[in-house]
């Protein structure tokens, strides 16, 4: 495998998230994917794709990176559970494809290990009757 930059279709991510459950989104010119987990429909996993709005290939050379995240979002607020490292685009389209599942497996880890966190410490608030 190469470790020179590739461009990866935008039409190969787009197939790739899809098929996982992700739903498109935009954010500020940018193709943004999106999950929300089952465990807590406010936690977010958010795929920064690096494509822009109305082109058919990712940024290019050293222009940006394919990111993922962990965020809590819902009307009141936002904020994030957890970063990973940049998925760059080198090698093949399938070796870009598989780091980027890594780590949305890592985001989808992460936000439960979150939502178990908040569960844990909610519970212990809570006055049981003597």
Known sequence: MSNSFIEVPAADIEQFLSARGFTRTICYQEV??????????????????????????????????????????????????????HVHRVGDVDGVLTRMLERICDALERGNQWVKEQEARRGSWVRTAS
Do not use: H, M, W
């Open 32 to 85: 943004v994917y999106e999950r929300r987990l089952p465990l807590n429909t406010d936690v977010v996993i958010k795929v920064y794709t690096s494509i822009r709005v109305g082109r058919n290939v990712a940024r290019g050379n050293g222009r940006d990176s394919i990111k993922v995240a962990t965020v809590f979002q819902n009307s009141y607020k936002s904020f994030g559970i957890g970063r990973f490292p």
